[in-house]
């Protein structure tokens, strides 16, 4: 049997000889990795969004998931008033989930 087959047959069966500790500690690697690349920067993005709308107040210009734009004009629990238009002032009524984007009004 030449050499370069021998080495490659050898090569091949290494993996199955690890055995089930070396199976246990890829699959705890691979959940390591899923955790550090995909739930923790989630969780980080999530506690962030609801320290923003945990500190929204009236004036401040917020962006709603739907796209519309204005400024809240009152707070009470999870509900918010935003009114939008300039001249009219037209108030829309949603829960502070819908909100996408805050724009802090400008402390003087």
Known sequence: MPMFLTATADAAAAPAAMGPIGL????VLMVAVFYFILIRPQKKKD???KE???SLEVGDEVTTIGGMYGKVAKIKDEKVVIECGTVEKTKIYLYKWGIKDVKQKEKA
């Open 24 to 27: 246990v500690v890829q699959l």
């Open 47 to 49: 506690k962030a969004f």
């Open 52 to 54: 923003l709308l945990a």
